[in-house]
């Protein structure tokens, strides 16, 4: 499926347009590289004279604005590369841009004296865009290469109405409230600390979560026939050679001398993987072979990125890797897709935004492998009548991949899970798979997260949520808390009962006042308060007070554990 042209994508591009002639009619020495539409709005990679900070905004803003008012016609269309080179003698992005762009022509867009290389797509007046904001100043790099020219990002929102902007704007408010960087503290869950920026000190509470996390997952997976493996951290960078990682991912990757050889700490999962497959011969009748691994990386990423769970160096990715022939590829995919569909099911994450990512300008392989793993992803996607979008050039550098994006109750997409189609590490690794001939060929391997990285679902969750995790998924599940100290000896004795059952109880037997205890269990968002009296203990039952303000009176211990346990998953 090819991206529609809706007209809140052509007012979110045309805004891109507004924000780069503005910026070039207040910094004419400014060079333009690209500004595409993003979820919320759309920004602009520029290289200036001077970089730009936050307080150049208003001004650019101010400008895109007064452009606005002198309501051009966008128009344009295709033209020779050569007549489009001539617009840009002296900028090598859009030179590269052109040069890269298939066909004999190339789109150019006017606006006044303004234009741009573009596809189109447009509103057909600059009017149109009233509802826009300046949110933000960034660094960027050319093509996303970090050996690259490093480039300024200023990004924006645009929306068709005003009372769509400030619809935006509240949920921005509303999730400042239920940032995870202040819940996750706050609830006992996780720490940072400088000595380790980029990595995530969890709690006790919070590793029960992330044990949950992947208990939930190992439990579909051993249904659907998957194995687990845990490979080494540390390995020689010639098996990123063998992979094609170190040619496409050194930038991101951590190097140690070891006996005076390179070493790299594991960026990535699947050549790992590889190599555990290859230690001994198969057959064609052992495939699909789907191993899967929660494997923790590291990688590069600059101090100024870091943004607590979302985005860290160190991390634990719910990985797979299946191994399987040719023919066999899109019943795999159906059933990677219905697999990834089960495990966010609980989560009510049942809205899914998915894209086909296709064939990057950096990439391995022959066009034939290309176009049989893209059929292979989009048949799959077919079968189960799931929508997509297509995402020219976005795969990775050895395979296509479908990118699966959750929503969450705030209306925010997050990119979760990835379904990749790889030709080239088979064959890099000259893996051969003996065939019923005893002639040998070349398996497909699929890559495969669902979760993505724990620690990053992990704080989607929490900020989906607001803390309030589903009761199977709690640290804590339940609170006993007494009224006086007289009920602590019985408190105890439900605590056992309950502990026994398998459920995560605490108790609160201090001598502060019952209303108190209670706040403080709602403060630790505790799914389940049972309260417990003189009256209580007498009959044997308790007080049950909900996290959702709801109460029940006199419930028998047996009874309670058989209403919890239908409260679990599994």
Not at 10 to 30: D, F, G, I
Not at 365 to 385: H, R
Not at 549 to 567: C, F, H, P, R
Request: proline share 4%.
């Amino acid at each position: 499926m090819e991206e529609k042209v809706t007209p809140l994508f052509a007012l979110r591009h045309s805004a891109a347009h507004l924000l780069a002639q503005a910026v070039t009619e207040l910094y004419p020495e400014t060079k333009l590289t690209i500004g595409p539409v993003t979820e919320h709005g759309f920004f602009y990679d520029f290289l200036p004279e001077k970089n730009f900070t936050i307080d150049d905004l208003p001004a650019i803003e101010k400008r895109m604005h007064e452009l606005a008012k002198k309501n051009y016609e966008i128009r344009g269309g295709q033209v020779p590369k050569a007549e489009a080179s001539a617009l840009y003698p002296n900028n090598q992005f859009k030179q590269e841009l052109i040069d890269g762009i298939p066909g004999e022509t190339v789109g150019i867009y006017y606006q006044g004296d303004f234009f741009d290389l573009c596809r189109g797509g447009h509103v057909e007046r600059l009017g149109e865009i009233k509802h826009f904001r300046l949110t933000a100043v960034s660094g960027s790099y050319w093509r996303a290469d970090r050996s690259g020219i490093a480039l300024q990002r200023i990004t924006g929102i645009a929306f068709l109405t005003k009372e769509d902007m400030d619809a935006y704007f509240e949920r921005v408010e509303e999730a400042k409230k239920y940032d995870h960087r202040t819940l996750g503290p706050e609830l006992d869950l996780f720490s940072f600390h400088e000595e380790s920026a980029g990595g995530v000190f969890f709690h006790p509470k919070g590793t029960k979560i992330f044990h949950e996390l992947l208990a939930w997952s190992r439990h579909l997976q051993e249904k659907d026939g998957y194995v687990e493996i845990k490979t080494p951290l540390l390995n020689h960078e010639s098996l990123y050679k063998t992979s094609g990682h170190y040619d496409n991912y050194k930038e991101n990757a951590y190097e140690v001398m070891v006996e005076g050889h390179p070493h790299w700490i594991r960026p990535m999962n699947c050549p790992s993987c590889v190599l555990f497959f290859k230690q001994k011969p198969h057959s064609y009748r052992e495939l699909p072979m789907r191993i899967a691994e929660y494997g923790l990386c590291h990688r590069y990423e600059l101090s100024g990125v870091l943004h607590g769970l979302f985005r860290v160096r160190s991390f634990t990715q719910d990985d797979a890797h299946i191994f399987c022939m040719p023919a066999q590829l899109e019943d795999e995919i159906v059933k990677v897709l219905e697999l990834t569909q089960k495990i966010y099911k609980p989560f009510g994450f049942t809205e899914l935004k998915i894209a086909v990512a296709t064939r990057p300008i950096k990439s391995m392989g022959t066009d034939e492998m290309w176009s049989q793993s893209i059929s292979s992803l989009t048949k799959g996607l077919d079968t189960l009548n799931l929508d997509y979008e297509m995402k020219d050039g976005e795969g990775a550098f050895y395979g296509p991949k479908i990118e699966i994006q959750i929503e969450d109750r705030l209306g925010r997409l997050w990119q979760c899970g990835t379904v990749q189609v790889d030709f080239n590490m088979p064959h890099n690794f000259k893996i051969g798979v003996v065939q019923s001939d005893q002639s040998k060929a070349e398996p497909v391997i699929i890559h495969r997260a669902i979760y993505g990285s724990i620690e990053r679902f992990m704080g989607i969750l929490i900020e989906h949520t607001k803390g309030h995790l589903p009761f199977w998924l709690s640290p804590v599940q339940m609170t006993v808390l007494t009224i006086t100290d007289k009920q602590e000896a019985g408190a105890r004795e439900y605590q056992k009962q309950l502990q026994a059952a398998g459920f995560r109880v605490e108790i609160d037997a201090s001598s502060d006042k019952i209303s108190a205890k209670i706040r403080r269990s709602q403060l630790s968002k505790i799914p389940m308060m049972l309260v417990v009296g003189g009256r209580e203990i007498e009959q044997g039952v308790v007080t049950v007070r909900r996290s959702d303000g709801s109460q029940e009176s006199g419930v028998a211990i047996d009874a309670l554990i058989e209403k919890a346990k239908e409260m679990l998953l599994y």
